[in-house]
Each structure stands twice: as structure tokens, then as C-alpha cells.
């Protein structure tokens, strides 16, 4: 048994607990005091700061903050600051993770993940990634960080975030490789869960039959601009590959965009809405600010930690988008290669409350040895990660091009050299043009080769001689819907030159696409609606595949009448305050795997359900039943579904938001680090996502819709943003968690881009002067 696991148990919690108080945890520590915005603006250092001009920034009640500065350089310092001002805390932790450092601070729990991500080395290619910055670029980054270490150095006892003191965090000067580095940890390639999901399948003929079953499937998913259809003969496993939603715990990424054309729309210009799909927890991944200076107009949403706007809009263009399942890795076989080949480090890894430990990996000609980590599980396979984030991209350069475009052929120019994470993006105009731009690098393989799940050196240097980018993949201008929506979906059919990775199913898209397609003229508050949508397809393709079943079943008890009544009169809407969708997943719970159980295929099931794509297939299942085995899965399942609907349990009863810190889920201490738990609409790929595993008892969702934005393109100052949470990161803070009542209610925050709206709606001003 893993210390890890031996020490998940509730009857070791109690003396580790003494252990920590014994030795001044952190976690017994005060939580800071409530403070006002005002008293959180008076802690910004605003003097004497190394300017070459006076800066303004303009905060709203929201403490969002504009900045206007005479000098791009001024600017970028002013961000770094305001930063480090609002997410100082969170900064830290993020860099101590992706260093694999995270054992210095959470002690012996966290050991096989620091290796894991040593050995993985998201700083292995910062150096040379900043090295080839362009001048302009490096400088941006370079003062950006300046700012965030200028706020640092003049922290005070007071000022210290609370985070430092529970995770024995000591300031290091920050550097553009932090930020370079967190970048890369964002962008890591989803396709990895879903391999060694599959080379953990030890049965090569169960395998197969997983394989072949998806592959039929995936052909028929939704693009979201037409082109011709794929070539089928591009490879088994690589089309597979493309199928998986790997939307679990280890590597959960998503999103929603859309944009609508003027002839679309009821302003008569473009429209773009976006909704990032990342963790339910504080404080919230996002930082909304606002930006003037001579290079740069721009309004959106930042990462803590990086010097560029992720998304969001300038005076010309608007941009969104969604993480894209592209085959920007592969798995190399290494068994054969002489040891020479390979670079053995060693890592020294610091652990609180614990004794410090050391371990080593492997560094091959390509990539990681990550077959070797006991974090990982164990494929009977010695294999290398080669991944094209290893290289030298330039995401900065791209994204402030992005940011002071002019028009939609500006912005696909500007994110030709964008390629981690990879993006489907999204991109609307002023002058009415809306398009989809693929941004990622890939190996440039064959078309209709297939590609093994682990392929040899050899097979690797001959896929890796070139790369297709941007220009080289598919792109959509103007489509005759007048709109284009992307929910993580491949994004066109055309793989003639293969870019395809692990997409999800393609419930989210279809509803996108049905729901825009129905309207003759979209509105903003349209697009509202389509982000707030909590109706589940798949839910009601399972419904249909068995209504005929239960239609003709004779109810044992009331309750069973109830749930019966309900289910078959069901929309497929996941409403908190309905009854129906808990009484739906009773009755899934029981029922899918009982279906696979009644056939003797629980290996199989427990596959796909691992892969999520248990409902989908259960919907073609369904047909092979014979009566008897009809019976043996609905019997339970019925029985279930009925006990809930007797109990008159809705689905905000057990589908719970948790919103708090990220130290709320520490066991036993997280209580005070939790705001509350509260109903919440939506399921596992509802347009309003709100994941869940396969259950019908209380639970968490920790995943989905955390923020939201919306532009009109007719007006610089239409420009809405909401965040689950707030914008400071400082615990008590009156802005840490003022948002949440809004998001809940699809309220938003005006975030307008002119100097004249600017100056009415952000009344708090803060003056930096140089020294």
C-alpha cells in the first residue's frame, strides 16, 4: 500500500492532524480578516515604481481593473503588478505545482506527482522559448514580470497571502520561464489519459472490440464548418484516438465559443460568446481586466501568472475559443535503444513534515521515459513522450498580435506561430466577418497510415521531419448558418492533413448548433441562454432507446408509477429545482452497468464508462438485450428510480456546486475555507456544464462553466464578463467571491472599452508614479 493511499484514510487523519499542529501547520492558521476593496486597493505599491510615465489604473466595484499607460512597457508592468496585486497567492502555488515542488508545501501526500512532473520537465524548453522572443515580446514579458516582482519585494506581514503561510511558501523572484512554464502545464495533450487507458487493456481482442466499436461512431460527429468527409482508411487507432472524451479528473479541459454574423444578428454585427470550462474552484483561473496604451486597446480575460489576454476583444476584433484534441504527441517505444542513449537525472525532492526524498528519470533522444513513473499506470510498456510543447513555440508573440489586430485576416496572421495548449479558435470582426482558425503543431504524417499506439524510433523520426501549423489546417470565413459554434469538437472534416486528436462525443455541439440554427436573429441576451442551457441529448437518446420497454412495464409500487411518469414526459433538461433528472440518474446508475452485467461484459462497459462514453453506446447496446436480460437491468434500476421519485428528491437536492478556496477540500480543516454548497443546474455535457460521475447520491460537481463573456461588436463598450468567484484572489477579500451570486443568476459585468465609458463605470482610481 502507497503512503498516499494509506494516508487517504479517515483513522490516519487524526494523528497526522497532531503532527501538523505540533509543527505550526499553516492550515491551523487565522484566515485574514475581511477588507474592503478600498482597504485591498490602499496595499498596491504605487510609488516610487520604476515608470518611465505615470500610470492610471481605474478599478470598478468588482476591483477589475482598466489600465492607461503613455508606454506599451508601462502597460505591461502595470499588469504584472496589479497581477501579483489580486493573485499573488495563487501565482506562487501554481509555480511550486508545475516545478514539482508541491510535496515542500503539502508534505509525503504529493511525492509521486512532483517526480511525475520533474521527469515531465514543463521548464524544459522555457529557456530556448524565451531566448527566441522577439525583441518587442521579450520586452513585454520582461516588464510584466518586473511588476509582479516589484509588488513582491514590498510585501509586508500584513500583505502576505494567506496562502504563503499554509503552504510554507517563501518568495522566489519570479521569471518569464515561470510564466512560459504555465503555460506549457495548461497545454498538456489530453490524447496521453486516453493511451494509456487503452494500453492498460491487456486483452488484445477485448481491445480491438473497443476500438472497432467507437471507430463506426466517431465518423458521424458534428464540425463545426463543413468540408469534405475524412478519409476512413487514416488508421484505426488514430481515429480512435480522436473518439475519447478525456474530460476526467487527470486532464479535464473544455469550453464553449460562438460567433454570429451581422446577418445573424440583431445589432446587425458580429456577436461572440465564450465560456471556459475549467475547475470549480477559488480563486477562479481567470483575471477580467482592461487596457489602453499606444499599442493596445483590449478588454478580457488573463491567466494569473501570464502577460497576455487569453481571450476577449479589442477595438476591431473579438476572439474566443476552445481546447482542441490535436495528435500533438505520440509514444515511442524505447525498449531498444542502448543505455547511452538515455540521460539519467536526479531529483531532489524537498517534503514537509516528512523525510526530503530523491528520484530519478530518464531523459531519451524522445522525450521523458514517462513508462517508468509509479504515478502512472503500469502499461507493460517502456515508452518516451515526445510532445511538440517540448519545442519552441511562441505563444506570447501570437496572442499580443492577437491583441492589437484589426480584422479577422490580421488575427489568423497573428496566431500562425500559436501551438500550446492548442485552440480551435473563434474570431469575429467590426467589419462583419466571423471565422475558425485551427492553432496547433503537429507531426506532418501520411494521410490513411495508421499509428500505432506506441510507435518505434523509427516510425517517429519519419512522422517528425515536418510540422503542419495553422496555415497548413483547415479554416472557415463567413459561413452561409451564419455562425460558427466549437465545444471541443473537430472542428472540420477535412483531415487531409491529419491534425486529429482525442475529441469528446458530441453532445455539447449538436445542442449548440440546434439551438442557434433555430433562431432567424440572435441577441446577446440569445447567446445567454445558449450558455445557461442545461438540456442533455444523450440523455434523451438513452430515453428513447428504452421507452418503448418502459411504456410497457407494469409498476410495483407508486413510486415506481412516479418515477415512470416522469421519466417518459422527461425534456431532458438538468434543472436544479426538477425532480426528474435525479430520478433519470437513479435509474442510469443502476441501469447501465446491469445491462453490461446481464451480458457478461463488465470489462467492456467499465471501458467505456472510464473513457465517457458510457451513455453512447449503451444506446446501440440496448437493442442486443434479449426480454430476460431486459428484465435483470430494468428490475433494479426501476426499483431505484422509483425510491427517488417517492422521495420527492430534485436535482439541486444532490447535484452540488462546491464554491470555495482550493483548500476546501482538505479534509477535516476545509470547512472553513468552504462559502457554500449550493443547487446547481446542469450535467456532465450540458451547454451550462456541471460534471458529475455516474451517480445518484449527493455530490460535488468541480467542473464546468466557471466564466463567461459576451461581446456585440456593434459597440466598443458591450463587452460582458462573469467569473464563478471574483477577481481577488485575497481570502475575505470583498471581491473574492462577489460574483458567484451572478454567475448563478446568468448575470454579467460590463466591461465597457472606451476612455469615455471607462471613466464613468471605474470610479476608483489608483495614480503609479515613477521614481
Not at 480522436?242 to 446577418?263: C, H, K, Q, W, Y
Not at 515536418?466 to 473537430?490: C, V
Request: hydrophobic share 40%.
Amino acid at each position: 500500500m502507497s503512503l498516499v493511499h494509506s494516508l487517504s484514510r479517515p483513522r490516519l487523519w487524526l494523528p497526522l492532524l497532531a503532527l501538523l499542529a505540533a509543527s505550526g501547520c499553516g492550515l491551523l492558521q487565522p484566515l485574514p480578516e475581511p477588507t474592503t476593496i478600498d482597504q485591498r486597493l490602499a496595499t498596491l505599491p504605487s510609488s516610487e515604481l520604476p515608470l518611465e510615465a505615470p500610470v492610471t489604473v481605474r478599478w470598478n466595484d468588482y476591483q477589475i481593473p482598466f489600465i492607461e499607460a503613455e508606454t506599451d512597457e508601462d502597460a505591461a508592468f502595470a499588469l504584472g503588478l496589479v497581477h501579483a496585486h489580486l493573485r499573488l497567492g495563487q501565482m506562487a502555488v501554481v509555480r511550486r505545482i508545475v516545478q514539482g515542488r508541491l510535496s515542500e508545501s503539502a508534505g509525503p501526500f504529493t511525492t509521486e506527482l512532483d517526480t511525475a512532473i520533474r521527469a515531465f520537465d514543463f521548464y524544459r524548453p522555457a529557456d530556448a522559448i524565451y531566448a527566441a522572443l522577439p525583441p518587442a515580446s521579450r520586452r513585454w514579458t520582461d516588464r510584466y514580470v518586473a511588476g509582479i516582482n516589484h509588488y513582491a519585494a514590498n510585501l509586508t506581514p500584513e500583505t502576505r497571502p494567506h496562502e504563503f503561510t499554509v503552504l510554507n511558501i517563501e518568495w522566489e523572484p519570479w521569471r518569464a520561464q515561470d510564466s512560459i512554464a504555465i503555460g506549457r502545464g495548461s497545454g498538456v495533450d489530453l490524447n496521453w489519459f486516453f493511451l494509456l487507458r487503452l494500453l492498460q487493456i491487456q486483452d488484445p481482442a477485448l481491445r480491438e472490440t473497443v476500438m472497432a466499436r467507437l471507430l463506426d461512431s466517431f465518423d458521424e460527429g458534428e464540425t463545426s464548418f463543413t468540408a469534405k468527409a475524412p478519409n476512413r482508411d487514416f488508421g484505426r487507432l488514430e481515429a480512435l484516438s480522436r473518439f475519447a472524451d478525456l474530460s476526467g479528473r487527470a486532464g479535464r479541459s473544455g469550453s464553449n465559443s460562438i460567433v454570429v454574423s451581422p446577418e445573424k444578428s440583431t445589432s446587425g454585427a458580429a456577436l461572440i460568446a465564450n465560456d471556459p470550462h475549467l475547475s470549480f474552484i477559488l480563486p477562479n483561473a481567470w483575471v477580467v481586466a482592461g487596457l489602453h496604451s499606444p499599442s493596445y486597446s483590449m478588454v478580457g480575460m488573463m491567466v494569473a501568472g501570464t502577460p497576455v489576454f487569453g481571450f476577449g476583444r479589442n477595438e476591431n476584433i473579438s476572439w474566443g475559443g476552445t481546447n482542441l484534441r490535436s495528435t500533438a504527441s505520440q509514444f515511442v517505444d524505447v525498449s531498444g535503444l542502448p543505455p547511452e542513449a538515455f540521460e539519467t537525472r536526479e531529483h531532489d525532492i524537498g517534503v514537509r513534515f516528512w523525510f526530503d526524498t530523491q528520484s530519478a528519470s530518464r531523459l531519451s533522444p524522445y522525450g521523458p521515459v514517462m513508462s517508468e513513473l509509479d504515478a502512472l499506470p503500469d502499461t507493460g510498456s517502456a515508452f518516451a513522450v515526445r510532445w511538440t510543447g517540448h519545442g519552441v513555440t511562441d505563444e506570447v508573440t501570437a496572442l499580443l498580435g492577437a491583441m492589437k489586430a484589426e480584422s479577422v485576416d490580421d488575427f489568423r496572421a497573428a496566431i500562425a506561430g500559436f501551438a500550446v495548449p492548442p485552440q480551435t479558435f473563434l474570431v469575429a470582426d467590426t467589419d462583419g466577418r466571423i471565422a475558425s482558425v485551427i492553432a496547433t503543431k503537429v507531426p506532418a504524417r501520411t494521410p490513411g497510415e495508421p499509428l500505432p499506439l506506441i510507435v518505434t524510433p523509427e516510425r517517429s523520426d519519419a512522422d517528425w521531419t515536418a510540422f503542419y501549423s495553422s496555415d497548413d489546417l483547415p479554416f472557415e470565413i463567413d459561413p452561409p448558418a451564419g455562425f460558427i459554434a466549437s465545444a471541443n469538437n473537430r472542428p472540420s472534416a477535412d483531415e487531409s492533413r491529419p491534425y486529429g486528436g482525442a475529441f469528446p462525443q458530441d453532445e455539447r455541439i449538436r445542442r449548440l448548433i440546434t439551438l442557434l440554427s433555430d433562431k432567424d436573429k440572435i441577441s446577446l441576451e440569445d447567446l445567454t441562454a445558449v450558455q445557461l442551457d442545461v438540456v442533455s441529448p444523450l440523455s434523451l437518446e438513452v430515453m428513447d432507446a428504452v421507452r418503448a420497454e418502459l411504456e410497457a412495464w407494469d409498476p410495483r409500487s407508486e413510486g415506481e408509477a412516479e418515477a415512470l411518469r416522469l421519466l417518459l414526459d422527461w425534456d431532458g433538461s438538468y434543472h436544479a429545482d426538477s425532480p426528474t433528472p435525479a430520478v433519470f440518474e437513479a435509474f442510469l446508475t443502476i441501469f447501465m452497468p446491469g445491462v453490461y452485467e446481464a451480458q457478461g461484459r463488465q470489462e467492456e462497459y467499465a471501458i467505456y464508462q472510464s473513457l465517457r462514453r458510457g451513455r453512447e453506446v449503451l444506446v446501440e447496446d440496448v437493442a442486443t438485450l434479449s426480454d430476460d436480460q431486459w428484465a435483470t437491468a430494468l428490475d433494479p434500476a426501476l426499483a431505484r428510480a422509483g425510491q427517488m421519485a417517492a422521495e420527492g428528491t430534485r436535482w439541486g437536492d444532490i447535484h452540488r456546486l462546491r464554491v470555495g478556496h482550493a483548500f476546501s477540500g482538505v479534509p477535516l480543516i476545509g470547512g472553513r475555507y468552504l462559502i457554500d454548497r449550493i443547487p446547481v443546474s446542469g450535467s456532465r455535457e450540458t451547454a451550462l456544464k456541471t460534471a458529475h460521475d455516474l451517480t445518484a447520491e449527493e455530490h460535488d460537481s468541480t467542473f464546468g462553466s466557471q466564466s463567461r463573456h459576451l461581446s456585440d461588436m456593434a459597440d466598443p463598450d458591450r463587452n460582458y464578463f462573469i467569473l464563478l468567484g471574483g477577481q481577488d484572489g485575497w481570502l475575505n477579500s470583498a471581491n473574492f467571491a462577489d460574483q458567484v451570486q451572478l454567475w448563478r443568476d446568468g448575470e454579467f459585468v460590463q466591461v465597457p472599452l472606451s476612455e469615455e465609458a471607462v471613466r464613468r463605470s471605474f470610479e476608483r482610481v489608483t495614480l503609479l508614479t515613477p521614481n
